[in-house]
C-alpha cells in the first residue's frame, strides 16, 4: 500500500520531468558532525537519492559536506565530496558515485565546528540561479541529511526566503535523535511563511523535513513523506510564471 | 562611462499583485485596501486601484513601469484603507495607514538570477509603530538599462493598463494624504502599453 503510493508519485514526478520539462538536477549535502555513524547517513543518501537521481538527465550531482575540517585544514560548512576546488560534480554513476565519495571524504576530512546550512543553500541557489541564464524549465533538488541541530538559524532564514524566489526545493533528512524542533520551522507546513530579517517573506514553502527515526519507528517511508510536496512547489514554480511544458510548446508550434 | 552610467536609469515593470491579512489595529480589514509605490529617490509615486471586495486579502494585478535610477536603494510601498468620506468628496485625510514595506532594489537586481528574470517577491507589512500589519506579494522584472538622456521625462511612474482589460486605465480621484514625503507629487497615469506593444 505505501510503496504503491511511492510509485504513483514517483511516476507523476517522472511524467512532469521526462514528457514536459528539460532535466532537472539534483545536489547532495551531508552534514560532518558524526553524533549518528555515517553508515545511517550513507543510508540516507542510498534510499533518497536512488528515487531523485533518475531526475537528473546526466546523473553528475554537486555533492558537499558541511560542518568539517577540509582536506587542506581548514574549517568548511560547504565543501566538495570530491576533495577538488572546482568541478565540484561527482559520478556519472549517481547514487553510487557519491557514496563512493562520501566514504573517501569520511578518511580526509574530520569532524569541526557548529552545524551551519546557510553557505550549503546559498551555493545550491547560486547554481540554480545562473542556471537561468541558459535554461529557465531547469528545476533543482537539494538534499540535505544532518544529525545536528544547526546553530545558523536566521541565516538559514535569510538563505531560504531568497532562495524561494529561485528553481529550487530543499529536502532535509534529520538523521539521530537530536531535537529536531528548529527544522519544523524552516519547513514553513504551520501555514507560515518564513520571514528573513529584512522583512522579506518567503515567495513560497521550498523546504520539506522529515526526520528519518520516523522510517524505523513506523510503516511510512522516509523517501514517500521527503518526496510528497515536491510536486506541488514544482508546479507553483512553473505555473507562476507561465513556463509551459516543452512538449505544449512543440504542440502549439506545429498547430 | 562609470559616470554615464551612474546618472543613467533602468526601466522596471513593477506588478502589485495581492495583500494578505491586512490589519489596522490587529483587526483584519473588510474593503478599500490600495497601494502606493514609490522610490527612495524620487516624490512621484503611484497608486493601485482600490480594491472593493477583496477585503483583507486584496488582488490587485497591478503592472508599474518605473524608471528607477542608478542610484536608487528602495522601492517603498504603503497600503492604505480608503475611508468612505473620501469616495464622496475631496476630503482624503481620513484614509488609514495599513503599513509599509520596502523593497531593497538588490532583491531583484544583482542576485544570482540573471537581470531580466521575474522575481515574485513578498515583504511583511508593518504600521509606524512596528506592528506587523500583513504581507504584500509583487513582482518584478527588469526591462531595460538606459542611459541618462532618455531620462528627461520628469516621469518616473507610469502605470499600464491591467492585464486583463486592455486600455482600461483606472482614474485616481483622490488618495493619499498621511504619506509623509510626497508633497506636491505628480502622479502619473501615463499608459505606456501603447508605446511599449503597438
Given amino acids: 500500500m505505501v510503496?504503491?503510493?511511492i510509485f504513483s508519485l514517483d511516476d507523476q514526478m517522472k511524467e512532469l520531468h521526462t514528457d514536459f520539462y528539460a532535466s532537472k538536477a539534483v545536489a547532495a549535502a551531508c552534514s560532518w558532525k558524526l553524533q549518528v555513524p555515517a553508515g545511517v547517513k550513507g543510508k540516507a543518501i542510498t534510499e533518497i537519492g536512488e528515487v531523485i537521481q533518475f531526475y537528473d538527465s546526466d546523473r553528475r550531482f554537486p555533492a558537499w559536506g558541511f560542518g568539517g575540517k577540509t582536506?587542506?585544514?581548514?574549517v568548511s560548512h560547504c565543501f566538495n565530496l570530491n576533495g577538488r576546488a572546482g568541478g565540484f560534480e561527482v559520478g556519472a554513476d549517481g547514487v553510487e558515485d557519491i557514496m563512493a565519495a562520501y566514504a573517501s571524504a569520511l578518511?580526509?576530512?574530520s569532524l569541526a565546528g557548529p552545524t551551519l546550512f546557510g553557505q550549503v543553500i546559498n551555493t545550491a541557489a547560486r547554481i540554480a540561479g545562473q542556471s537561468l541564464s541558459y535554461d529557465r524549465s531547469k528545476y533543482f533538488i537539494l538534499l540535505m541529511i544532518t544529525d545536528g541541530v544547526l546553530t545558523d538559524l536566521q541565516e538559514t532564514k535569510d538563505a531560504l526566503v531568497r532562495a524561494s524566489d529561485l528553481p529550487l526545493s530543499i529536502l532535509i533528512v534529520g538523521v539521530g535523535g537530536a531535537d529536531f524542533t528548529q527544522m519544523e520551522i524552516l519547513?514553513?507546513?504551520?501555514?507560515?511563511?518564513?520571514e528573513s530579517s529584512t522583512d522579506r517573506v518567503a515567495t513560497r514553502d521550498i523546504v520539506q523535513f522529515v526526520p528519518m527515526r520516523e522510517v524505523h519507528s513506523g510503516q511510512i517511508s522516509v523517501v514517500q513523506a521527503l518526496l510528497e510536496e515536491l510536486p506541488g512547489q514544482f508546479l507553483t514554480y512553473m505555473r507562476c510564471r507561465d513556463i509551459k511544458p516543452l512538449?505544449?510548446?512543440m504542440a502549439q508550434t506545429c498547430a | 562611462m562609470l559616470e554615464k552610467s551612474s546618472s543613467g536609469y533602468r526601466t522596471i515593470e513593477l506588478t502589485v499583485l495581492s495583500g494578505e491579512d491586512l490589519r489596522i489595529d490587529r483587526r483584519l480589514i473588510k474593503k478599500n485596501a490600495f497601494a502606493i509605490v514609490q522610490t527612495d529617490t524620487s516624490f512621484d509615486y503611484c497608486t493601485t486601484k482600490v480594491d472593493e471586495s477583496g477585503g483583507s486579502h486584496p488582488s490587485w494585478n497591478e503592472k508599474l513601469v518605473i524608471e528607477l535610477?542608478?542610484?536608487?536603494r528602495f522601492i517603498t510601498v504603503q497600503v492604505q484603507c480608503k475611508s468612505k468620506s473620501s469616495s464622496s468628496g475631496n476630503n482624503n485625510n481620513h484614509n488609514k495607514i495599513v503599513g509599509f514595506a520596502r523593497i531593497p532594489v538588490s532583491d531583484f537586481i544583482g542576485g544570482y538570477a540573471p537581470e531580466n528574470y521575474l522575481h515574485f517577491l513578498s515583504y511583511r507589512l508593518r504600521n509606524a509603530k512596528g506592528d506587523k500589519n500583513g504581507i504584500i506579494n509583487v513582482s518584478v522584472r527588469s526591462l531595460k538599462v538606459a542611459a541618462d538622456q532618455h531620462a528627461s521625462s520628469s516621469n518616473y511612474l507610469s502605470k499600464a493598463p491591467r492585464l486583463n482589460?486592455?486600455?482600461?486605465v483606472p482614474a485616481y480621484s483622490g488618495f493619499a494624504s498621511g504619506f509623509g514625503a510626497p508633497v506636491g507629487g505628480v502622479v502619473t497615469g501615463v499608459p505606456v502599453w501603447c508605446a511599449n506593444r503597438a
Fill in chain 1, 3 to 5: 510503496s504503491s503510493h
Fill in chain 2, 69 to 72: 535610477p542608478m542610484h536608487a
Fill in chain 1, 71 to 74: 582536506f587542506d585544514g581548514t
Fill in chain 1, 187 to 194: 519547513d514553513a507546513d504551520n501555514g507560515r511563511r518564513l
Fill in chain 1, 107 to 109: 578518511n580526509n576530512v
Fill in chain 1, 247 to 249: 512538449n505544449v510548446q
Fill in chain 2, 165 to 168: 482589460v486592455q486600455g482600461y
